[in-house]
């Protein structure tokens, strides 16, 4: 099966107008996220969506508001998990204090008239909360793994076009220049 093509949210520069464009279920995200926001200006985002391996959808919006990223994301359930046409919505709150570390890797490539083209850029925001991989306590379990939280995030030419990588990037550049200010 062909991977699924979306919409191009990037040209929109607001919040609503992109979710609108991109997001199969662009009320639910603005919804939860309203709640939450209540007016508070909205400084840069980004949008993703892709179809999983159970044939759903699942969607993600990631908003900074200059003091908290807000992070919904929306998942069709697995057939079986609920009534046909269930979802899962979830909102995440993480206060910008807590980011220790943002991190942006991309991918260039030369053109045939010898230009840098980026290919892909992959963003990961370290956390300093614990993403425990097992459930046992480290001095029993020698398997236990303990880690960092992180957020991650990645556009590609293929999944999300040139458009989205300079969106991506640019989320980036302004969750780092915000990252580890003093929040008055």
């Known amino acids: 099966m062909p991977p699924a093509v979306f919409p191009d949210w990037s040209p929109y520069p607001d919040l609503d107008s992109a979710a609108r464009a991109y997001l199969r279920d662009p ?7 309203e709640g939450v926001l209540r007016g508070t200006q909205v400084l840069g985002f980004t949008l993703e969506r892709f179809v999983n391996e159970f044939n759903g959808v699942w969607q993600e919006v990631v908003v900074c508001d200059g003091s908290r990223l807000l992070l919904w ?29 943002v991190g942006c890797r991309r ?19 370290l956390l300093s909360s614990l993403d425990e991989s097992s459930n046992g306590h480290p001095l029993d ?40 200010r003093p929040m008055l």
Do not use: C, W
Not at 79 to 93: E, H, I, K, T, Y
Not at 151 to 168: V, W
């Open 107 to 125: 991918r260039l490539s030369r053109t045939a008239g010898n230009h840098l083209r980026v290919d892909s850029v992959d963003v990961y925001l």
């Open 27 to 33: 009320e639910v995200a603005l919804d939860a996220l």
């Open 73 to 101: 994301h929306g998942e069709d359930t697995a057939p079986g998990d609920g009534p046909a046409g269930s979802m899962v919505s979830s909102l995440r709150v993480v206060p910008l204090s807590v980011i220790t570390e």
């Open 141 to 180: 379990d020698p398997q236990h793994v303990v880690r960092q939280d992180a957020l991650r995030f990645g556009k590609t030419l293929e999944d999300g076009g040139s458009g989205q990588i300079a969106r991506l990037e640019e989320f980036a550049q302004l969750v780092a220049s915000l990252a580890g």
